[in-house]
């Protein structure tokens, strides 16, 4: 009933810019809050950021906080998320998702839907 696709990454040099998109199709009401995860290979998923659909209330990992920036657009069905200053640390596997919980969500099993991911690859 909610399906996401994310697109937009690709292999930048340190420093770069890349914006990554996740268009949401289906029930609005199961994609409440809407966020962005990445996995390294090794590593557990992480949460990089959230936001509410609503009222655009945000929230970022420590990590990212300062340089990328989560955002929606209601017309188009469709949230963003801008990476500035991309760093060799910031190479993943990026994960759109969808919750059906209001407010914004950081927990992984928060999460009921999900995109099959887009890399991100950051050259040093």
């Known amino acids: 009933q909610v399906q996401l696709v994310e697109s937009g990454g690709g292999l930048v040099q340190a420093g770069a810019s890349l914006r990554l998109s996740c268009v949401v199709s289906g029930r609005t009401s199961s994609s409440a809050c809407m966020g962005w995860f990445r996995q390294a290979p090794g590593k557990e998923r992480e949460f990089v950021t959230s936001i509410d659909w609503s009222s655009t209330r945000t929230d970022y990992a420590d990590s990212v906080k300062g340089r990328f920036v989560i955002s929606r657009d209601r017309t188009k069905n469709t949230v963003y998320l801008q990476m500035n200053s991309l760093q060799p640390g910031d190479t993943a596997v990026y994960f759109c998702?969808?919750?059906?919980?209001?407010?914004?969500?950081?927990?992984?099993?928060?999460?009921?839907?999900w995109g099959q991911g887009t890399q991100v690859t950051v050259s040093s």
């Open positions: 998702a969808a919750s059906p919980f209001g407010g914004v969500r950081f927990r992984l099993d928060d999460y009921r839907y």
